[in-house]
């Protein structure tokens, strides 16, 4: 038999553990948020950080000039400064145009020769051509002579009128041969003087192509702005060219780019892409030079994701067109670009 001490002692520590059972247990560090707990709104915080490369709206890549029928190498005799300003049709590079300039000068002194050659073909042709026209009219007019003659026959000996009937037929015969030479020899004449025009258009297509190599070796300034020289390979390095090199034609030589508009492009993981809109902004920091700031705005977004060989992460092209500008901005450098959605506090 239970004492009644030992009854309460019993009682209390049952009471005990039933508290104890309903007690909460500690939250650990790691443990996700209560559903209903308060969330921050959405983008008001979420920044998008991505690497870019600075672009040119209005860039052209000028070449070292294509020749028409002429290869090889061009010596360049006069190049812009990297990071000098032109302006639009400025002459910012040239390549000796010796060759060309003689081309021009022996095909426009061959023209001029063709050219009198086909005058004096041509005035020669209109002179004989009259010369045979007026024997011609001669012997019909000795053909009329003996048909009026052969009229006479009644009154006439048989020997007169059988002369007159050779002499008819045989001036008859000589007109006959005469037109029909007049024709072949017109056929020959505009033929030899078709050959000679032939030449001398021929000199003229050469004149023109090498006025226009002896033109395409003056590079001007599509545009007004600044110039940025290429990379080449010359002397066993990468540097850009110089006045005295020698280039091979199509190989690039600069570019010329308008500094007042300028873009960077960056590269926006998929499910960030959701973030974006009409009204995102971003901030932009050259990696050369890390105390320029540029903000822009959102410009353009490739409409499909494309990803690498091998990798699951698709990311979208997006371009921002940047507000302010500097003469240190220029195409190809490359940037740290925060991107604030729309939406979103600087």
């Not at 023209?111 to 086909?118: E, I, L, R």
């Not at 003087?193 to 001398?200: A, G, M, P």
Request: net charge positive.
């Amino acid at each position: 038999m239970v004492s009644r001490a030992t009854s309460v002692w019993l009682c209390a520590g049952a009471l005990a553990a039933g508290l104890s059972c309903q007690r909460t247990p500690p939250v650990l560090a790691d443990s996700p948020p209560p559903a209903n707990a308060a969330r921050p709104p959405a983008g008001s915080s979420r920044i998008i950080r991505a690497t870019g490369t600075i672009l040119a709206v209005r860039v052209y890549t000028i070449q070292v000039p294509q020749l028409q029928g002429q290869g090889g190498r061009l010596t360049l005799i006069k190049l812009a400064r990297s990071g000098s300003k032109a302006g639009q049709d400025d002459v910012i590079a040239e390549f000796d145009r010796t060759k060309q300039l003689d081309d021009m000068l022996e095909a426009r002194a061959k023209q001029d020769d063709f050219s009198h050659q086909v005058e004096q073909k041509r005035a020669q042709n209109d002179s004989d051509a009259e010369k045979r026209l007026t024997e011609i009219r001669q012997a019909e007019a000795d053909l009329e002579k003996a048909q009026l003659q052969l009229r006479k026959g009644p009154i006439l000996s048989e020997i007169d009128r059988l002369k007159n009937e050779a002499r008819a037929e045989g001036t008859r015969a000589r007109l006959t041969h005469m037109r029909k030479a007049h024709e072949l020899r017109l056929t020959a004449e505009n033929a030899v003087l078709r050959v000679v025009e032939l030449q001398r258009d021929r000199q003229k297509v050469a004149l023109e192509r090498a006025t226009t190599n002896a033109e395409k070796l003056i590079v001007r300034a599509p545009l007004a702005g600044m110039i940025a020289l290429d990379n080449i390979w010359r002397g066993g390095s990468m540097g850009p060219a110089q006045e005295g090199d020698q280039l091979y034609t199509g190989q690039p030589l600069l570019k010329i780019f308008d500094p007042s508009e300028m873009l960077v492009q960056t590269m926006v993981n998929e499910p960030d892409s959701r973030l974006l809109g009409a009204n995102a902004k971003a901030t932009v920091q050259l990696d050369a030079y890390p105390d320029l700031t540029f903000e822009g705005r959102f410009e353009s977004a490739s409409p499909a994701a494309s990803s690498a060989i091998g990798s699951p992460i698709k990311t979208f092209t997006v371009v921002f067109r940047l507000a302010n500008t500097d003469a240190r901005l220029l195409p190809d450098l490359s940037s740290a670009v925060l991107i604030r959605p729309e939406g979103g506090r600087p």
